[in-house]
């Protein structure tokens, strides 16, 4: 909460509090010069001239009170996005760093949930709390100190009344919404989760049970979902019984106790019906404030899952004195060990080095740990024991940035832009040509697209326009298409048919560059390649066998009954 | 007489449900009420007040006018606590009903859905769209009726006591009514316009989220930042001017209701300082003049809500609106059926799919449809799952078109294994279920044993009740494989549809998942789209599929020559 307070701009802030202060008190006097003018009225003085000041005054407060309020929310609503806007942007920086490891543990759902409803409710940091309190505390002080100057009871009175409803309800109400506030944003992110759960498997839950198991899952979050909402409803309830109520003591008290003064002879009876209106308008400083701060456990909440969302520690982190970028390229694994956060199968113990345009196919059955392996010498993840060299260098003690600037992924499953496939294309090299981009779909046996999708055409979000095939080789073009001098590439012809697979495995062996890939058609290789199987898991981890030199089979086509 | 549903607004269509329609009857009376209560609590004020100011008594001898005064302003809070819990209520199961309809709808139409709708988008509906509900029924709904009912019974009780303030109320009443119709429709103009940069800010913050490793990857998270900056300035920028005309609706309220105030006390003092009107009249004209405007610059205030709500009703109603697919609902005959392609054609987009597509998939038959990825082969797979209907030629089972038979009675006799499975975020045992609810423990574990699955999930921490994370974070490709065969193991159902089942799995593992599915496939119609030679082995036939069209006759498989 504090760090988004710091956000607040100064010049701003003040502007819009000094608005809405004069607002309320504009009303206030508007309404006691109306009892000062028509109590004076009544007392029939000689000539109308008398209450020419007290006319101008309830003319002058019922023009200027609208201006000034719609002034007053131009301002705080301005300001509230461009707070926003920066919160936004500061989480989204201290998101890069948890990328690419830590984000693929959390929740997706979840994340977005957070990322999106969090944000959005911290809008009412400045409008619902700042602002109402600012505003409490100048307009229902001044409305204070000029009750003082017709009866010092009363504005004692008013002072208590003022601060009943500014900080007694207030208090309680954060206190007893706390609890109510956070359910019901657990419940509005679960209900998220589970509806983004059933759209990505709707196939599967439609074609399983029909979707019965989602629908009572669903089911059972909008159950809590309206638990939580009548929770925090009836203490709202209650905050507006106190709310409409409390006005009635001050107007109770003005008309008891400037009543009794004005019995006496103490006081001007024109008085009486002024303070009494005029109280009756100064609540209105406090009157938002009941309401304001119950919201004040959701806004909490939000911003301290913002703030850990963004003080998650990242895998990896760049060194505090970073070593100059090597001139090699080098990959060397040197006895790493890597234990997995759930136990799984990893790498351990593993020695392996890739020279410089090497090319090295890592096979081995399944969780043996291959996809780590690439994760590793992207820097997507820390050794636990052992080390990773580019260059001869520790990977640990370069920058993130040259890491990744020398190497080209392309993950199994590869995350494509809601873009153009170009744009999705030039992630990896901006000032590729159209030529260059049509030769690098072509080498990935993707010319297809180039007339169904086009190189501008939209690719949908996440590239769902595309099949799961083809999301697949973009990745790979992508990573082709890169100037890193090292590939890094898993099951990159895992979607590919036996004259494609040939083609592309053929034009990375005769590449320059290094390259590192992940696949399970070892068959497909030949003696360029280097094949380095992972064993199988065994006693929880996996360890790679001595390389064996291949005999090398004919590159064959595979399907051949088919295509 | 009523209107057909579709000739209505969304926000009345929302209002039209029987729970708001209860609430805003239950409102007319409470705001009735509240009428009758705040006359008599300002009359008592101004008598107190009078009598003091006149010196005809002191403050202590009108104890009871006082404290019957309190008395009713206490009970007028008390109505209004009331509107709001009524409200509150109503609105919370509003808009849980809505969601649960959504969520039917969602099931109803199914993956085909999906084709048009961005998944994003329709999280951002069924959550934060109808979440802006809550402004139309809690905050609207109520206020309209204050609106209503509590200035016409004022502005009468004003008009008996002093005629020309009345008139005055009445004069005025109207007039702001219309001006904040007029201001009101050119902001709803551009909310809407508002809600489609909001929902693209939306998207661009999930899609950056979405894609964070990639773009850190390739370096380029710095760049998607300033980007982002950019879009959130352009939303700035857009709401700014959105709000600058709908705060204007509220200005024009403001200024009426204050200047009126103003001028009734003007008059009103004016006509007391010439003898024509008593104190405690004016005093209680005076009073009641700011009530009569009160709900009225509430309902400006709560406008802002209706802003926001009526661009998400009509997203929500929209999606409701949707038409569904006729669900046929003929029963599925017993046993293993023959299923048939016949000259289907299929268009997505504009471009076909499939052309002219035959197939015949005889009882017990093992087909494989190969073909380079693209050709169509998902296609086929959704057809005949009924996701979707052919555009042209029709899909027979056992002569019957699969449209008119019940779609989830058809696909509990199907079995689907996609190429990339997705995973509940529950258990190994409830992803196991998904294939048949109603399977036990033991059951489980055998179709997780013939998919060769067991070992591994005997050897993760709570074995099958092991949560598996989002989307099956806790295993591999080929594991995840295996789960979802295990999956069309349990169901055991009379025809198999796979999809590229072993492209993720090393040699070891393939041939034990092929050995598994050889044994599944028996006394079953089985069809497998691929694009390897590995599944060939299992089948009789090949089809070759190419660019959506099949080839005339089938060549006989590896297993036709057994």
């Given amino acids: 909460m504090r760090d988004v307070l710091r956000r607040l701009p100064p010049a701003r802030t003040a502007l819009a509090v000094a608005l809405g202060a004069l607002t309320v008190l504009t009303g206030a006097a508007l309404l006691a010069t109306s009892g000062a003018l028509i109590s004076g009225a009544a007392q029939r003085p000689a000539t109308l001239l008398v209450l020419m000041p007290l006319i101008t005054g309830v003319r002058l407060f019922g023009i200027s009170r609208a201006a000034l309020r719609y002034a007053e929310r131009l301002v705080s609503h301005d300001l509230t996005l461009r707070l926003v806007a920066r919160v936004r942007a500061d989480l989204l920086a201290r998101l890069v760093p948890l990328a690419p490891a830590a984000l693929t543990g959390a929740r997706g759902g979840d994340l977005l949930a957070r990322v999106r409803a969090d944000v959005d409710e911290l809008q009412g940091v400045f409008l619902r709390l700042v602002a109402p309190t600012a505003v409490a505390v100048v307009a229902g002080g001044a409305a204070v100190a000029l009750t003082a100057l017709v009866s010092p009871p009363l504005a004692a009175v008013l002072a208590g009344a003022l601060l009943v409803l500014g900080v007694l309800v207030p208090a309680a109400g954060l206190v007893a919404g706390r609890r109510a506030a956070v359910a019901a944003g657990e419940a509005d992110a679960a209900f998220g989760s589970d509806v983004l759960d059933l759209l990505r498997g709707l196939a599967d839950a439609a074609g399983g049970d029909g979707g019965a198991r989602a629908r009572t899952v669903l089911e059972d979050s909008l159950r809590r979902q309206e638990a939580a909402e009548l929770a925090s409803a009836r203490l709202l309830a209650v905050t507006t019984v106190l709310r409409e109520a409390v006005p009635a003591v001050g107007v109770g008290a003005a008309m008891w106790l400037v009543g009794w003064d004005v019995a006496t002879g103490a006081t001007n009876p024109v008085l009486l019906a002024a303070t009494a209106l005029g109280v009756l308008g100064s609540f209105e400083a406090v009157g938002g404030l009941g309401a304001a701060w119950s919201a004040a456990g959701g806004i909490r909440a939000a911003a301290g899952r913002v703030r850990a969302l963004g003080e998650q520690r990242p895998a990896v982190t760049d060194p505090a004195a970073p070593l100059p970028p090597p001139t090699g390229s080098a990959l060397r694994l040197e006895s790493v060990t890597l234990v997995h956060a759930g136990g799984r199968p990893a790498p351990a113990e593993l020695d392996l080095a890739v020279a410089e345009g090497e090319k090295v196919a890592l096979t081995g059955p399944s969780g043996a740990g291959k996809s780590s392996v690439l994760a590793l010498l992207l820097r997507a993840l820390d050794p636990d024991r052992g080390r990773v060299t580019l260059g001869g260098v520790d990977l640990r003690r370069l920058t993130l940035a040259d890491v990744r600037a020398r190497s080209a992924w392309a993950p199994q499953t590869p995350q494509l832009l809601g873009g153009t496939l170009a744009g999705n294309l030039r992630l990896a090299r901006d000032d590729a040509s159209e030529a260059e981009l049509r030769a690098v779909l072509a080498d990935v046996g993707l010319t297809g697209l180039l007339g169904t999708v086009g190189l501008d055409g939209w690719v949908g979000e996440s590239g769902e326009r595309l099949s799961a095939g083809e999301r697949a080789r973009v990745g790979v073009a992508r990573a082709l298409l890169s100037p890193a001098p090292v590939l890094l590439l898993d099951e990159p012809t895992a979607h590919l048919d036996g004259a494609t697979t040939a083609r592309l495995l053929d034009l990375l062996a005769a590449d320059d560059r290094t390259v590192v890939l992940v696949t399970h058609q070892t068959a497909d290789l030949d003696r360029r390649w280097r094949v380095v199987e992972l064993a199988a898991p065994a006693g929880g981890a996996a360890t790679a066998t001595a390389p064996v030199p291949r005999p090398v089979p004919a590159a064959r086509s595979l399907g051949a009954p088919a295509c | ?562």
């Fill in chain 2, 1 to 562: 007489m009523a209107p057909r549903p579709a000739a209505r607004g969304p926000v009345a269509r929302v209002l039209a449900r029987p729970g708001p329609r209860r609430l805003a009857l239950a409102c007319a009376a409470l705001a009735g009420l509240t009428a009758v209560l705040l006359v008599v609590q300002w009359a008592l004020v101004a008598a107190v007040v009078s009598a003091v100011f006149a010196g005809r008594a002191t403050p202590g001898d009108l104890l009871g006018a006082l404290a019957e005064a309190l008395a009713a302003w206490l009970a007028r809070a008390g109505l209004l606590a009331l509107r709001e819990l009524l409200a509150a209520r109503t609105s919370a199961r509003t808009r849980h009903e809505v969601r649960s309809e959504l969520v039917g709808k969602v099931l109803r139409l199914g993956p085909a859905l999906m084709a048009g709708e961005q998944a994003g988008e329709l999280v951002t509906t069924a959550t934060e769209g109808v979440g802006k509900l809550d402004g139309l029924v809690a905050r609207l709904l109520p206020g309209a009726v204050w609106a209503a009912v509590l200035p016409p019974l004022l502005a009468g009780t004003v008009l008996v006591l002093d005629p020309p303030s009345g008139a005055l109320l009445l004069a005025t009443g109207p007039l702001l009514v219309f001006f904040l119709w007029l201001v009101g429709t050119l902001a709803a103009r551009s909310a809407r316009e508002q809600w489609t940069t909001l929902g693209q800010l939306g998207a661009v913050l999930v899609d950056t989220v979405r894609v964070l490793p990639t773009l850190v990857a390739y370096g380029r998270a710095g760049r998607s930042r300033r980007w982002l900056a950019d879009v959130g300035e352009a939303h700035r920028a857009a709401t700014m001017r959105v709000l600058r005309t709908a705060f204007l609706s509220g200005f024009v309220l403001e200024f009426g209701a204050v200047l009126c105030t103003a001028l009734v006390a003007v008059t009103v003092g004016v006509r007391l300082f010439s003898g024509d009107l008593e104190l405690q009249l004016a005093l209680l004209v005076l009073l009641l003049t700011p009530e009569f405007f009160a709900p009225l610059r509430a309902l400006g205030a709560d406008r802002h809500a209706a802003l926001e709500g009526r661009p998400a009703a009509e997203r929500v109603l929209a999606l409701l609106d949707l038409p569904e697919p006729d669900r046929g609902t003929a029963a599925v005959g017993p046993g293993v059926p023959h299923v048939r392609l016949s000259g289907v054609t299929l268009r997505h987009e504009g471009h076909e799919v499939l052309t002219g597509v035959d197939l015949d998939l005889p009882p017990g038959s093992r087909t494989a449809l190969v073909g380079p990825s693209g050709a169509g082969k998902s296609s086929v797979l959704r057809l005949l799952l009924g996701f979707a209907g052919p555009d042209e030629g029709s899909v027979l089972v056992d002569g019957v078109p699969l449209a008119a038979l019940d779609p989830d009675a058809w696909r509990a006799r199907v079995a689907h294994v996609p190429e990339r499975p997705w995973l509940l975020p529950g258990s190994v045992c409830e992803n196991v279920r998904l294939g048949r609810p109603g399977a036990t423990v033991a059951e489980v574990e055998t179709a997780l044993a013939r998919a060769h699955l067991l070992d591994v999930v005997r050897r993760l921490p709570q074995g099958l009740d092991t949560p598996l994370g989002e989307d099956g974070a806790r295993l591999s490709g080929g594991e995840r494989l295996r789960l979802a065969l295990a999956r069309a193991f349990v169901k055991d159902a009379a025809v198999l549809l796979l999809d590229e089942p072993t492209a993720q799995l090393d040699p070891d593992s393939e041939a034990e998942v092929l050995a598994a599915l050889d044994a599944l496939a028996r006394g079953r119609t089985v069809l497998t789209v691929t694009h390897r030679a590995a599944p060939l082995a299992l089948h009789d036939r090949v089809v070759p599929l190419e660019d959506g069209r099949t080839a005339p006759a089938p060549v006989p498989g590896p297993a036709a020559v057994r």
